[in-house]
C-alpha cells in the first residue's frame, strides 16, 4: 500500500456556510496537531501519552476570501466543515481564532479539541507525519518524487469526511525552494478548483518501502510536504474578431503550487502567539 489509509482521515471537505443544504464543497483542508507550546515534534519521533495536542484546520486563505482564478466571486460569510466524527462546524470567516499569513495562501483556525495520545491518531496529521525543507533535502525528496494531492474538487459530492480524492503527481520544481529564492514549490499535477486547501503527500519508492536501499536518505513511509495553493496560468491572446476584440485566454500549465510545510507551520506559531 503505496498511501497509509489514515492519511485520507485528515483531509476535510469545506462548504459554503451561508447554503447549509449544499453537498457539494467549495474548497479542502486538513488537521493538523500541534502542541500547545507550538514546539514541533521531530520527525518520526514517538507521542508520549503525557502529550498534550491542539487541532488546527489549514486552509488556502483563498478559500476564505471566496476567491477564483484571482476573482472575487461573492461575499462569504461563514464555512462549513465535517469533521471525522461526524460533526459539522460552521465557523464564521471573520472570527477571531482564525489567522491568515501575510503573504502566504495559507489560513488556518484553532478548533477547540485538545487531544489524548490515542485521540490523536484518529485525527490529525503532526510534526512526526511531515517534512520540512532541511529534512526534504536530507531525504532528497525533490523533482520526480512521487506525490499524491488530496482533496474534494468541484463537482464531487462527498458522503463523508474520509472520502477526499487521491489524485497522482511528481514534484515538478523545487530547487528554488531549496535555496530560499521561492516561498512555493511546483507539483506536476491536477489541482481542479476545490482542491485548495488540501495536503500535497509524498509516496515512497517501492524500493525503500522493500528494504532494498539500507542508507538512511531513504524515507520509507508517507509524509505531508505542503498543502495545494493554485494551478498555474499563461494567457493567450486570441484570434482578433471583426469588431477588432482580442480574446485573452488562460491555459493551464498542468503545475500546482504548493505551500510548503514550514510556511504552514510558521503561520500556526504565529497563531499561537498572537492568541496567548
Not at 88 to 110: E, F, G, L, P, Q
Not at 248 to 265: A, Q, W, Y
Amino acid at each position: 500500500m503505496l498511501l497509509d489509509k489514515n492519511f485520507r482521515r485528515f483531509v476535510v471537505a469545506i462548504f459554503d456556510g451561508d447554503e447549509p443544504s449544499s453537498s457539494e464543497p467549495i474548497g479542502s483542508g486538513f488537521l493538523y496537531a500541534v502542541r500547545d507550546t507550538g514546539v514541533r515534534e521531530l520527525l518520526g519521533s514517538d507521542i508520549t501519552s503525557e502529550s498534550t495536542w491542539n487541532v488546527w484546520l489549514v486552509t488556502a486563505k483563498h478559500v476564505l476570501e471566496n476567491q477564483n482564478v484571482g476573482s472575487m466571486i461573492q461575499t462569504r460569510n461563514s464555512i462549513r466543515v465535517r469533521i471525522y466524527v461526524d460533526l459539522d462546524y460552521v465557523i464564521d470567516v471573520d472570527d477571531d481564532n482564525w489567522y491568515r499569513h501575510t503573504d502566504a495562501d495559507v489560513a488556518v483556525y484553532k478548533l477547540n479539541y485538545p487531544l489524548s495520545k490515542d485521540e490523536f491518531y484518529k485525527w490529525a496529521v503532526a510534526g512526526q507525519n511531515d517534512c520540512l525543507r532541511e529534512e526534504m533535502q536530507k531525504y532528497q525528496l525533490e523533482e520526480s518524487q512521487q506525490v499524491v494531492l488530496m482533496g474534494f474538487p468541484y463537482g464531487w459530492a462527498e458522503v463523508s469526511q474520509d472520502d477526499p480524492v487521491v489524485r497522482l503527481g511528481a514534484i515538478a520544481q523545487i530547487q528554488g525552494w531549496f535555496r530560499e529564492e521561492m516561498d512555493y514549490f511546483l507539483v506536476d499535477g491536477h489541482g481542479f478548483p476545490g482542491m485548495s486547501g488540501g495536503p500535497v503527500v509524498s509516496i515512497p519508492d517501492c524500493l525503500h518501502i522493500l528494504g532494498e536501499y539500507g542508507d538512511d536518505m531513504s524515507l520509507n513511509r508517507n509524509v505531508i510536504v505542503g498543502m495545494i495553493s493554485e494551478r498555474t496560468f499563461s494567457q493567450i491572446e486570441g484570434a482578433e474578431t471583426s469588431d477588432g476584440y482580442s480574446p485573452h485566454i488562460e491555459e493551464s500549465g498542468d503545475l500546482v503550487r504548493v505551500v510548503p510545510m514550514d510556511t504552514i507551520f510558521e503561520t500556526i506559531q504565529m497563531a499561537i502567539s498572537e492568541l496567548m
